[in-house]
């Protein structure tokens, strides 16, 4: 008999292609599948596993891979036949079956063996298509337009023309298969015969061009006809052509804007044909986009546009003639993180007139993308859109935050009726958007917020019955969806948008609870390996288009800590085997900095951001809230070093794991020595966050564990009166050390003010995202966005891991640790985690004294339960003793939990009394 488990097939490596969805406890969870253009030579193939039977998992597994759909429906996999493999592993399967070739399509299907060995039918059949693997197959030439009177601009004016290239061609006969390869820099868009292909915007990824350059895969069958056809491209400026040179800090730029295309036409009698980026191409830069840049905006003027030029028989003799241009450096490789796109269209909620012919419309919600337009007027009529995260008392922005940034879109009519205009190659980030130059009065309708970002799958959800804490829960939200554009960008909205690395590090763990972030961090931690330098060392900011190379220990130990999240949350392991050898150059150069003393000395930001004594400054002056710059390089390296003896033992480099312990071992006690009293339990100045870091990390000596505890809650609850008191780099580790020793209250008390600093303090001043300084309201605008994700800390973490309990204790959720922590006055929490086994699922609720508890372990996958109880005996699930229940077994009693080994399945536990946990547990007072 055929088991009832379903089956959903995912492909790791590319995200390009068509969408299919899981839907569990009302979230709905989008994977792509049958992805273009994938360079890896073994693809790493997975599947998720569905079933409504408690217990349910794979036992084995076999995989077909065919190199047609009809081979693979006669269960003949030509290019892969695993066999029948027992194992329960259904991720990061690597493909090991024929060597494939450039554009070679592969077409497979698994189906698996349950708890009871019967074997699933097999799951539906997916696809994937292999890229362009050697660059001797590219056929085709980097071409553009290379004038040298625009450089000679002002160096910070830098907006040139966007270029228009175009090329005609003929298909001879029917058409089989097409596909595109296009890299397009810094910006581009692709169009055949008139019509835009794919629905990429900003594309394609940032990168460091220099070592790496993407390519976007399309298939463009269906775009082609017999007889003529035209091929066009868009290439606008983005990184690639620096946005700045001088201001606000030095900043590389990679030459004019350039592109490679390759057209791979099969047909239907085994002929291929090419079309491919040559000097035969045309190019004009007099088309409609006059200007563009990341910063300052986009100048649109519709009178200019170049009707039907991207379609067969335009005339073309006015354009040059396309130069054969210098290729920028880096090696070719197929896009692999999901691209950008237009995710939302958001109606403004108000518009005031706050000066004659000014007009500011109201989002009602910071956000990141561009403003549409629509409009109709007199031709040559020029509308202004400008754009703001805040406005003054009487309505008109405030510019002052946005720095150097212009951030201003301009339209001129054609004057042709309704006119629609949004921009192709700039973003901001805003909530205001003020409109001049209208003509006439404009009505509500005349602007929509454009949200753009990287399409990364919605990993999660949570609420709760804390209204403050789910307005939080937002802000967090659309804080970090805007703030991916193929890199984890610091901000939206000034002249600097970039990958700044430690805004990011531990943080990144809170982000896998939003989106599925496991492509976007793995190729940025590739960029970090791309932006290394010669002697090892690691750039603050990365891509380095800001060669910040300080020689700083927490910014690049992001690099160190990135690898670890990933392994963690999605049992990623290539990442750490492919950059190993560049993070232990990066620890061998730091190394050398290390005093007689075993300390690491090297810290340029120091905890930053923590919450000044007076509001208008950005960082405080107080040195008793400062936390040592020598006390954080050395508890971050000792840090990781210890990470990097966890990813050797993983290799299977045990020399190089026992010569990372070892070194560990020294920094620590030199670490101790230099920095701890025993007397007073006291680190360094003691600030909080040096009570937050040793206890994180493991550096307290046995024994006084609980003393600098108490000393961190003695701080917080006497000196900050229950207020946050880290910066970014405590902050990122906080809330799991109150909660992991026994005051999960006292992180509820920090997460539910509303005075300042708090991130109530942020909501209660009207923001909707996350500020950068918590006291953005009033500090000084020369750092001062509104839009920042690095003061979240760890706060999203304790959202889902501790709140709602979903928490790992396997790599990728294999097993879990489900542990609610029902504190304050909460009495709902409801939250859920697509994981690579499923969707987990955590919703509690409290009524009186009794506690019930919902939960979802997918197949494949189990737990270990911890139900809030006085009395273990008492615990129902479905209505029956716990114990007693299908997929449950009894393990024992602790800490007023009862806890069961939990099989994948639905459960309904419920305690009809338990005790919250709180101050109580926390141990002694502060006793100095």
Same mark, same amino acid.
């Given at each position: 008999?055929?088991?009832?488990?379903?089956?959903?097939?995912?492909?790791?490596?590319?995200?390009?292609? @068509?969408?299919?969805?899981?839907?569990?406890?009302?979230?709905?969870?989008?994977?792509?599948?049958?992805?273009?253009?994938?360079?890896?030579?073994?693809?790493?193939?997975?599947?998720?596993?569905?079933?409504?039977?408690?217990?349910?998992?794979?036992?084995?597994?076999?995989?077909?891979?065919?190199?047609?759909?009809?081979?693979?429906?006669?269960?003949?996999?030509?290019?892969?036949?695993?066999?029948?493999?027992?194992?329960?592993?259904?991720?990061?399967?690597?493909?090991?079956?024929?060597?494939?070739?450039?554009?070679?399509?592969?077409? !497979?299907?698994?189906?698996?063996?349950?708890?009871?060995?019967?074997?699933?039918?097999?799951?539906?059949?997916?696809?994937?298509?292999?890229?362009?693997?050697?660059?001797?197959?590219?056929?085709?030439?980097?071409?553009?337009?290379?004038?040298?009177?625009?450089?000679?601009?002002?160096?910070?004016?830098?907006?040139?023309?966007?270029?228009?290239?175009?090329?005609?061609?003929?298909?001879?006969?029917?058409?089989?298969?097409?596909?595109?390869?296009?890299?397009?820099?810094?910006?581009?868009?692709?169009?055949?015969?008139?019509?835009?292909?794919?629905?990429?915007?900003?594309?394609?990824?940032?990168?460091?061009?220099?070592?790496?350059?993407?390519?976007?895969?399309?298939?463009?069958?269906?775009?082609?006809?017999?007889?003529?056809?035209?091929?066009?491209?868009?290439?606008?400026?983005?990184?690639?052509?620096?946005?700045?040179?001088?201001?606000?800090?030095?900043?590389?730029?990679?030459?004019?804007?350039?592109?490679?295309?390759?057209?791979?036409?099969?047909?239907?009698? *085994?002929?291929?044909?090419?079309?491919?980026?040559?000097?035969?191409?045309?190019?004009?830069?007099?088309?409609?986009?006059?200007? $563009?840049?990341?910063?300052?905006?986009?100048?649109?003027?519709?009178?200019?546009?170049?009707?039907?030029?991207?379609?067969?028989?335009?005339?073309?003799?006015?354009?040059?003639?396309?130069?054969?241009?210098?290729?920028?450096?880096?090696?070719?490789?197929?896009?692999?993180?999901?691209?950008?796109?237009?995710?939302?269209?958001?109606?403004?909620?108000?518009?005031?007139?706050?000066?004659?012919?000014?007009?500011?419309?109201?989002?009602?919600?910071?956000?990141?993308?561009?403003?549409?337009?629509?409009?109709?007027?007199?031709?040559?009529?020029?509308?202004?859109?400008?754009?703001?995260?805040?406005?003054?008392?009487?309505?008109?922005?405030?510019?002052?935050?946005?720095?150097?940034?212009?951030?201003? $879109?301009?339209?001129?009519?054609?004057?042709?009726?309704?006119?629609?205009?949004?921009?192709?190659?700039?973003?901001?980030?805003?909530?205001?958007?003020?409109?001049?130059?209208?003509?006439?009065?404009?009505?509500?309708?005349?602007?929509?917020?454009?949200?753009?970002?990287?399409?990364?799958?919605?990993?999660?959800?949570?609420?709760?019955?804390?209204?403050?804490?789910?307005?939080?829960?937002?802000?967090?939200?659309?804080?970090?969806?805007?703030?991916?554009?193929?890199?984890?960008?610091?901000?939206?909205?000034?002249?600097?948008?970039?990958?700044?690395?430690?805004?990011?590090?531990?943080?990144?763990?809170?982000?896998?609870?939003?989106?599925?972030?496991?492509?976007?961090?793995?190729?940025?931690?590739?960029?970090?390996?791309?932006?290394?330098?010669?002697?090892?060392?690691?750039?603050?900011?990365?891509? @380095?288009? !800001?060669?910040?190379?300080?020689?700083?220990?927490?910014?690049?130990?992001?690099?160190?800590?990135?690898?670890?999240?990933?392994?963690?949350?999605?049992?990623?392991?290539?990442?750490? @085997?492919?950059?190993?050898?560049?993070?232990?150059?990066?620890?061998? !150069?730091?190394?050398?900095?290390?005093?007689?003393?075993?300390?690491?000395?090297?810290?340029?930001?120091?905890?930053?951001?923590?919450?000044?004594?007076?509001?208008?400054?950005?960082?405080?002056?107080?040195?008793?809230?400062?936390?040592?710059?020598?006390?954080?390089?050395?508890?971050?390296?000792?840090?990781?070093?210890?990470?990097?003896?966890?990813?050797?033992?993983?290799?299977?480099?045990?020399?190089?794991?026992?010569?990372?312990?070892?070194?560990?071992?020294?920094?620590?006690?030199?670490?101790?020595?230099?920095?701890?009293?025993?007397?007073?339990?006291?680190?360094?100045?003691? @600030?909080? =966050? =040096?009570?937050?870091?040793?206890?994180?990390?493991?550096?307290?000596?046995?024994?006084?564990?609980?003393?600098?505890?108490?000393?961190?809650?003695?701080?917080?609850?006497?000196?900050?009166?229950?207020?946050? /008191?880290? /910066?970014?780099?405590? *902050?990122?580790?906080?809330?799991?050390?109150?909660?992991?020793?026994?005051?999960?209250?006292?992180?509820?008390?920090?997460?539910?003010?509303? *005075?300042?600093?708090?991130?109530?303090?942020?909501?209660?001043?009207?923001?909707?995202?996350?500020?950068?300084?918590?006291?953005?309201?009033?500090?000084?605008?020369?750092?001062?966005?509104?839009?920042?994700?690095?003061?979240?800390?760890?706060?999203?973490?304790?959202?889902?891991?501790?709140?709602?309990?979903?928490?790992?204790?396997?790599?990728?959720?294999?097993?879990?640790?489900?542990?609610?922590?029902?504190?304050?006055?909460?009495?709902?929490?409801?939250?859920?985690?697509?994981?690579?086994?499923?969707?987990?699922?955590?919703?509690?609720?409290?009524?009186?004294?009794?506690?019930?508890?919902?939960?979802?372990?997918?197949?494949?996958?189990?737990?270990?339960?911890?139900?809030?109880?006085?009395?273990?005996?008492?615990?129902?699930?479905? /209505?029956?003793?716990?114990?007693?229940?299908?997929?449950?077994?009894?393990?024992?009693?602790?800490? /007023?939990?009862?806890?069961?080994?939990?099989?994948?399945?639905?459960?309904?536990?419920?305690?009809?009394?338990?005790?919250?946990?709180?101050?109580?547990?926390? *141990?002694?007072?502060?006793?100095?």
């Amino acid at each position: 008999m055929a088991s009832v488990v379903g089956i959903s097939l995912l492909v790791f490596g590319n995200v390009a292609g @068509a969408a299919s969805s899981v839907t569990l406890a009302n979230l709905t969870c989008e994977y792509l599948r049958d992805p273009h253009g994938i360079a890896a030579a073994q693809p790493r193939l997975a599947w998720i596993l569905q079933s409504a039977q408690r217990g349910q998992r794979q036992t084995a597994y076999q995989v077909l891979v065919a190199s047609s759909p009809e081979l693979l429906a006669r269960d003949e996999g030509d290019l892969w036949d695993s066999g029948k493999v027992d194992s329960d592993q259904s991720i990061h399967v690597a493909y090991a079956g024929k060597a494939l070739a450039s554009h070679q399509r592969c077409w !497979w299907k698994v189906r698996v063996w349950d708890k009871d060995s019967a074997a699933t039918v097999w799951s539906e059949p997916a696809c994937w298509s292999m890229g362009i693997l050697d660059e001797a197959a590219w056929r085709a030439r980097w071409i553009g337009i290379e004038k040298e009177d625009e450089a000679k601009a002002e160096p910070e004016s830098r907006r040139l023309p966007a270029r228009q290239l175009r090329k005609a061609f003929a298909v001879e006969k029917p058409v089989s298969r097409a596909t595109a390869y296009l890299s397009g820099l810094g910006l581009s868009e692709l169009y055949l015969n008139g019509a835009k292909v794919g629905d990429h915007v900003l594309s394609p990824g940032c990168t460091e061009y220099n070592k790496r350059v993407f390519y976007v895969a399309y298939d463009v069958t269906d775009r082609l006809r017999e007889g003529a056809n035209a091929v066009g491209v868009w290439l606008g400026n983005g990184l690639f052509w620096a946005p700045r040179t001088k201001v606000p800090t030095n900043m590389r730029t990679f030459g004019f804007p350039k592109m490679l295309f390759h057209l791979r036409i099969e047909y239907a009698d *085994g002929a291929v044909a090419e079309v491919v980026s040559d000097g035969s191409w045309r190019v004009t830069t007099e088309g409609p986009i006059r200007a $563009n840049n990341i910063y300052d905006g986009e100048e649109y003027d519709a009178r200019r546009e170049l009707d039907g030029w991207n379609r067969p028989g335009f005339d073309d003799a006015s354009w040059e003639q396309a130069a054969v241009v210098e290729a920028p450096g880096g090696a070719l490789s197929a896009e692999d993180i999901p691209p950008n796109r237009v995710i939302e269209t958001i109606k403004p909620v108000a518009m005031t007139s706050p000066a004659p012919g000014v007009h500011v419309y109201d989002m009602g919600q910071n956000m990141v993308g561009w403003s549409r337009l629509i409009v109709s007027g007199p031709r040559g009529a020029e509308v202004r859109l400008r754009h703001a995260e805040t406005v003054h008392p009487d309505g008109s922005l405030y510019m002052d935050n946005i720095r150097s940034a212009m951030v201003t $879109n301009v339209y001129t009519l054609k004057g042709a009726g309704v006119e629609v205009y949004e921009p192709r190659f700039t973003y901001q980030g805003f909530r205001y958007v003020e409109v001049t130059g209208f003509p006439g009065t404009p009505t509500l309708d005349a602007i929509e917020g454009r949200a753009v970002h990287d399409d990364l799958t919605r990993a999660g959800a949570f609420t709760c019955s804390n209204d403050l804490l789910n307005r939080i829960y937002r802000n967090i939200y659309w804080g970090t969806r805007g703030n991916y554009h193929s890199m984890p960008t610091d901000c939206p909205q000034r002249d600097e948008r970039l990958g700044w690395l430690g805004d990011r590090s531990e943080e990144s763990r809170g982000e896998s609870y939003l989106f599925d972030i496991s492509a976007l961090y793995a190729k940025w931690v590739r960029d970090m390996a791309d932006a290394q330098n010669e002697k090892g060392s690691v750039s603050d900011v990365c891509p @380095a288009y !800001w060669p910040l190379y300080n020689d700083n220990v927490t910014w690049p130990s992001s690099f160190i800590i990135v690898p670890n999240m990933l392994y963690e949350m999605y049992g990623d392991t290539r990442t750490i @085997a492919e950059r190993y050898p560049a993070m232990k150059r990066w620890i061998e !150069w730091m190394t050398h900095y290390i005093d007689k003393d075993g300390i690491m000395p090297r810290d340029n930001y120091g905890d930053w951001c923590v919450p000044p004594e007076e509001q208008h400054l950005i960082h405080s002056q107080d040195p008793a809230r400062k936390t040592p710059g020598d006390f954080l390089g050395t508890s971050y390296f000792y840090w990781d070093l210890t990470l990097m003896a966890k990813y050797a033992t993983m290799l299977g480099k045990s020399e190089d794991a026992a010569g990372f312990t070892e070194r560990a071992e020294a920094m620590k006690a030199a670490f101790n020595k230099k920095f701890f009293n025993p007397e007073t339990a006291q680190y360094a100045n003691g @600030a909080q =966050t =040096t009570c937050v870091l040793p206890l994180a990390f493991g550096l307290v000596p046995e024994g006084f564990e609980q003393r600098v505890f108490d000393r961190l809650v003695d701080k917080i609850e006497n000196e900050t009166h229950g207020h946050i /008191g880290t /910066g970014l780099i405590g *902050g990122q580790w906080l809330n799991r050390v109150l909660s992991d020793h026994g005051r999960p209250d006292l992180s509820y008390t920090i997460a539910t003010q509303t *005075g300042y600093p708090s991130w109530g303090y942020m909501i209660s001043k009207d923001a909707t995202t996350i500020w950068e300084l918590w006291n953005g309201d009033t500090a000084d605008p020369a750092m001062n966005s509104h839009n920042h994700v690095m003061l979240i800390g760890d706060l999203n973490i304790w959202f889902h891991e501790y709140l709602a309990g979903i928490r790992l204790d396997q790599p990728a959720f294999k097993h879990l640790a489900m542990k609610p922590v029902p504190v304050g006055d909460l009495t709902h929490v409801r939250a859920s985690r697509l994981t690579p086994h499923g969707v987990v699922f955590s919703e509690w609720r409290i009524e009186g004294d009794a506690f019930t508890w919902r939960v979802t372990v997918p197949p494949n996958a189990s737990a270990t339960a911890y139900v809030p109880a006085k009395d273990a005996d008492a615990v129902t699930e479905g /209505g029956k003793s716990a114990a007693e229940a299908e997929g449950v077994r009894f393990l024992r009693a602790e800490d /007023g939990r009862a806890v069961y080994e939990v099989q994948a399945g639905h459960y309904l536990f419920a305690s009809p009394a338990f005790s919250r946990p709180g101050a109580q547990e926390s *141990g002694a007072p502060f006793s100095g």
